[in-house]
């Protein structure tokens, strides 16, 4: 079935600090992991995204890791700032890459 | 280039009425998505239009909605009879091709429904 946990749900991290969000899917056959960033009041924007022929991506602050093997991926924030303040949903690819799953999302709030 | 646009942005109507969300896409993209997030819960699929054909509905919680997207443009998901459970953000998303593996999703600020 069409499962992607996320966690932790909440996370507060001090100014500067690095945040790590998790999420584990169910499907083998997801080969696209996008992450999305959702500020209050606006709408989820693309943030960065990774493709199940590579481990790692890069983009400034933020990194995507993926271990197709355990089925997980995780977003990394370094240098956290307080427009970092959102929340973040995990997405994997379902249905032969038709549709996306979501997780549930993760607030996260830097303290300045 | 204008984004993914959503009417209305908040509705709030009695159970047992009728409500028509609409969306249009990013111009020029074939597919269309609806997706729903119920509070604190995760967002969630309900169906995909490539231009005018549904190309998957399983994600419809029952025959209490309707999605249409006539002449493969804007889109609308009308619920009727909405009930209490029906409550939530509607977002929906656009991609110019499919499958997603090539292509990235855009989403629009979701419609904020309350059914009382």
């Known amino acids: 079935g069409e499962n992607v946990e996320q966690h932790p749900s909440t996370l507060s991290v001090q100014e500067g600090d690095s945040a790590v969000i998790k999420c584990t899917y169910s499907?083998?056959?997801?080969?696209?992991f996008p992450w999305y960033k959702q500020e209050l009041g606006k709408r989820p924007q693309l943030i960065i995204d990774?493709?199940?022929?590579?481990g790692e991506k890069k983009d400034q602050r933020i990194a995507v890791t993926l271990n197709k093997t355990a089925k997980h991926f995780s977003l990394h924030i370094t240098e956290t700032q307080p427009e970092d303040s959102a929340v973040y949903f995990c997405?994997?690819?379902?249905?032969?890459?038709?549709?996306?799953?979501f997780g549930k999302g993760n607030q996260v709030v830097v303290i300045p | 280039e204008a984004g993914v646009t959503q009417f209305p942005s908040h509705s709030v109507i009695e159970k047992g009425q009728t409500v028509t969300l609409r969306c249009d896409p990013i111009s020029g993209h074939d597919n269309l998505y609806w997706y729903r997030r119920v509070m604190g819960k995760e967002i969630k699929f309900l169906l995909h239009f490539v231009k005018e054909s549904k190309q998957d509905e399983s994600g419809m919680p029952n025959n209490r909605f309707l999605a249409e997207r006539t002449g493969g443009t804007y889109s609308t998901l009308k619920v009727q009879p909405a009930e209490l459970e029906d409550s939530g953000v509607y977002f929906c998303a656009s991609s110019q091709r499919y499958p997603l593996l090539d292509e990235k999703l855009f989403f629009g600020s979701g419609t904020q429904l309350s059914v009382l």
């Open positions: 990774i493709r199940s022929n590579v």
């Open positions: 499907d083998s056959a997801s080969n696209y």
């Open positions: 997405a994997a690819s379902m249905g032969g890459n038709n549709r996306l799953a």
